[in-house]
């Protein structure tokens, strides 16, 4: 881009800013509710709300209550909801088999959002995590992470998944391969309208802490996720993988965490110009509202800019827990 600026006084770029008219009129991005995922936390029971501590105004909730929360983000016209699940430690195993139960948590919550609110797309999470003795997400044997063995785990959980009705699935488990061996298994298996969301650049993050709280797999991870998850100080990598996961049949791809690697969300989508997304994870959430509940900062204010910022770097949409807040303020 060429800036052949007139000199003062001819040209006075406080012009544009004058009034809230001239601001509207020449402001470059939007935030719509449109551009959001909401993300929440499925438990066992009914009527069951859960706090979760780190994670200040959000909550775990029976499936009855998520099918209510999706009927919210449906009136608030949010487009879609992703569900991860809170599984009870007695269903965690080393090889990791509730994961594809065609009736564990998870997929029960999916089919009935799908059954009582069909307009919301729901997306899913694909990873071991929730259901591994080990915390890990793939199958560990002898203190090591094995990717093709993983991926046969993964496959068929992603095959129960789209039986109980999801819309978009999403791999977040960094395992090379599976994203082809999931597009090859729904296309068999006569899924071939299922959208695949892959977390292709997801970094070995310390801004997931919370979310290992909400969905109870702290205690179980020994170790770190550095064999499979992104090294941070790495931005060319992402690119690669990008590349890779759209070439096995990714629809739409996602950088994590999010406000921290802008950078990778700008590369991602003037390299690619795919549907991008970015996930602002429970740990930069947990900043936001920490900072918001001393009075520190003004939290709604900040929660709309932050979310702004995702969109100037380009990001088609975000997958943020202030979801329902932001929908709110926008429609407001
Ligand atoms: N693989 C599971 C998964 N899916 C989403 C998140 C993190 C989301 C968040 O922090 O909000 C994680 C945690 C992890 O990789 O350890």
Same mark, same amino acid.
């Given at each position: !881009?060429?800036?052949?600026l007139?000199?003062f006084?001819?040209t006075?770029?406080?012009?544009?800013?004058?009034?809230?008219?001239?601001?509207?009129?020449?402001?470059?991005?939007?935030?719509?509710?449109?551009?959001l995922?909401?993300?929440m936390?499925?438990?066992?029971?009914?009527?069951?709300?859960?706090?979760?501590?780190?994670?200040?105004?959000?909550?775990?909730?029976?499936?009855?209550?998520?099918?209510?929360?999706? *009927?919210?983000?449906?009136?608030?016209?949010?487009?879609?909801?992703c569900?991860?699940?809170?599984?009870?430690?007695?269903?965690?195993?080393?090889?990791?088999?509730?994961a594809?139960?065609?009736?564990?948590? #998870?997929? *029960?919550?999916?089919?009935?959002?799908?059954?009582a609110?069909?307009?919301?797309?729901?997306?899913?999470?694909?990873?071991?995590?929730?259901?591994?003795?080990?915390?890990?997400?793939?199958?560990?044997?002898?203190?090591?992470?094995?990717?093709? +063995?993983t991926?046969?785990?993964?496959? @068929?959980?992603?095959?129960?998944?789209?039986?109980?009705?999801?819309?978009?699935?999403?791999?977040?488990?960094? !395992?090379?391969?599976?994203?082809?061996?999931?597009?090859?298994?729904? +296309?068999?298996?006569?899924h071939?309208?299922? #959208?695949?969301?892959?977390?292709?650049? @997801?970094?070995?993050?310390?801004?997931?802490?919370?979310?290992?709280?909400a969905?109870?797999a702290?205690?179980a991870?020994?170790?770190?996720?550095?064999?499979?998850?992104?090294?941070?100080?790495n931005?060319?990598?992402?690119?690669r993988l990008?590349?890779?996961?759209?070439?096995?049949?990714?629809?739409?791809? !996602?950088?994590?965490?999010?406000?921290?690697?802008?950078?990778?969300?700008?590369?991602?989508?003037?390299?690619?110009?795919?549907p991008?997304?970015?996930?602002?994870?429970?740990? +930069?959430?947990?900043m936001i !509202?920490?900072?918001?509940?001393?009075?520190?900062?003004?939290?709604?204010?900040?929660?709309?800019?932050?979310?702004?910022?995702f969109?100037?770097?380009?990001c088609?949409?975000?997958?943020?827990?202030?979801?329902?807040?932001?929908?709110?303020?926008l429609?407001?």
């Amino acid at each position: !881009m060429r800036h052949n600026l007139a000199p003062f006084p001819a040209t006075r770029l406080r012009r544009t800013r004058r009034s809230a008219s001239i601001r509207a009129l020449c402001q470059e991005n939007t935030l719509s509710v449109n551009d959001l995922i909401w993300p929440m936390f499925v438990v066992e029971g009914s009527g069951e709300r859960q706090p979760v501590t780190s994670m200040p105004g959000v909550e775990r909730r029976s499936v009855d209550l998520i099918v209510q929360a999706a *009927r919210e983000a449906a009136d608030l016209g949010i487009p879609a909801i992703c569900i991860f699940p809170y599984t009870d430690p007695a269903l965690k195993t080393d090889c990791c088999r509730e994961a594809w139960s065609a009736d564990n948590l #998870s997929n *029960r919550a999916i089919a009935a959002v799908k059954d009582a609110v069909p307009e919301v797309a729901v997306m899913t999470d694909i990873a071991l995590d929730p259901y591994n003795a080990q915390g890990h997400d793939g199958i560990v044997k002898d203190g090591v992470i094995l990717n093709d +063995e993983t991926v046969d785990a993964l496959v @068929k959980m992603a095959l129960a998944q789209a039986n109980a009705g999801a819309d978009i699935l999403g791999p977040s488990d960094m !395992m090379d391969g599976r994203i082809g061996a999931m597009r090859a298994a729904l +296309e068999a298996e006569g899924h071939k309208d299922v #959208s695949i969301l892959s977390y292709s650049a @997801k970094y070995a993050s310390s801004f997931y802490g919370p979310f290992r709280d909400a969905v109870g797999a702290s205690g179980a991870l020994k170790g770190d996720k550095k064999t499979y998850q992104m090294n941070p100080a790495n931005s060319d990598e992402a690119m690669r993988l990008v590349e890779r996961d759209l070439v096995e049949g990714a629809d739409m791809v !996602m950088v994590k965490p999010g406000l921290p690697y802008l950078d990778i969300c700008r590369r991602v989508k003037v390299e690619f110009g795919v549907p991008t997304f970015a996930y602002q994870v429970s740990g +930069e959430y947990a900043m936001i !509202m920490a900072a918001a509940d001393n009075g520190w900062i003004d939290g709604d204010a900040v929660m709309l800019e932050s979310l702004m910022a995702f969109r100037r770097a380009g990001c088609d949409g975000v997958l943020t827990y202030f979801a329902p807040q932001v929908a709110r303020a926008l429609n407001d």
